[in-house]
T-cell receptor
């Protein structure tokens, strides 16, 4: 079946603009995760959804970052007033609720803030 | 803060050799351990999971877990150039749904 999809694959934006990143998880996967990976760095956890609720949003770096999930499926990560330090690859992953650690990653969105 | 440590490498091995990748973790109550492979410019892909002490084999890959010493390793037998990638160790803290990822070890398999 289809894997996790993300859009756009690349996004270049000017500092101060808002951006929306989309994730479409594997059908039937109720758990969804957002991570950020900067060049040469490890995976930084941002937020976790179980269904439409976000029991853990501890990784969001500031109040400029927000995320929502609707219908237990598609999720959108929004970054307001982007800064250059927001430049990174944003990865989405999904998993079955009963296997939360066996995560399947999407191809990522490369965000560049100029 | 729970930590997962890996040598960043690069670890360079000749084709056909055994590559040994190591990971240590700080949370003594962790019960499950995962290895992901990430090719350059691509997203991570789960390749192995291990839950009990000892060895778990899957094809050319063997995961080894020693909870007493708090380390988990990944052995790749008969290494191929296509194995060249960064290998990430992931360890969920006890009770958390969120795994902590190590920063990864870069493996280079040269012909």
């Amino acid at each position: 079946g289809a894997g996790v999809s993300q859009s756009p694959s690349n996004k270049v934006t000017e500092k101060g603009k808002d951006v929306e990143l989309r994730c479409d998880p594997i059908s039937g996967h109720t758990a969804l995760y957002w991570y950020r990976q900067s060049l040469g760095q490890g995976l930084e956890f941002l937020i976790y959804f179980q269904g439409n609720s976000a029991p853990d949003k501890s990784g969001l770096p500031s109040d400029r970052f927000s995320a929502e999930r609707t219908g237990g499926s598609v999720s959108t990560l929004t970054i307001q007033r982007t800064q250059q330090e927001d430049s990174a690859v944003y990865l989405c992953a999904s998993s079955l609720a009963e296997l939360p650690y066996e995560q399947y990653f999407g191809p990522g969105t490369r965000l560049t803030v100029t | 803060q729970k930590e997962v440590e890996q040598n960043s490498g690069p670890l360079s091995v000749p084709e056909g050799a055994i590559a040994s990748l190591n990971c240590t973790y700080s949370d003594r109550v962790s019960q499950s351990f995962f290895w992901y492979r990430q090719y350059s410019g691509k997203s991570p892909e789960l390749i192995m999971s291990i839950y009990s002490n000892g060895d778990k084999e899957d094809g050319r890959f063997t995961a080894q877990l020693n909870k007493a010493s708090q380390y988990v390793s990944l052995l790749i037998r008969d290494s191929q150039p296509s194995d060249s990638a960064t290998y990430l160790c992931a360890v969920p803290s006890g009770g958390s749904y969120i795994p902590t990822f190590g920063r990864g070890t870069s493996l280079i398999v040269h012909p």
